[in-house]
């Protein structure tokens, strides 16, 4: 809690993120796991952002979980950060080649 409260007081434009690979997801692990990104910026921008860091090629899929659900590519990460921040602060987001929890 007092990293996020840390990085927020100095950087009150960005919000926390950390992303993680689904267990047992076919795809790359990421070379980076914490980010620190506009609010303005959608969802669809930040998966592009993760595509160019695992190296994913144009062909494969990739999803981007919040909790347990897809959230919407034209969310921007502010409000998917209003909705869904962690109790310490960060925004947890995870990525696997297939969609495996269903939603």
Do not use: C
């Amino acid at each position: 809690l007092k990293d996020s409260r840390k990085i927020r007081e100095k950087y009150p434009e960005r919000i926390p993120v950390i992303v993680e690979r689904v267990a047992n997801s076919q795809i790359t692990d990421i070379d980076k796991h914490k980010f620190l990104v506009p609010h303005d910026i959608s969802m669809a921008q930040f998966m592009w952002i993760i595509r160019k860091r695992i190296q994913l090629q144009p062909e494969r899929a990739l999803f981007l979980f919040v909790g347990k659900s897809i959230p919407q590519s034209s969310a921007t990460m502010g409000q998917i950060y209003q909705e869904h921040q962690d109790e310490d602060g960060f925004l947890y987001i995870a990525y696997s080649g297939e969609n495996t929890f269903g939603n």
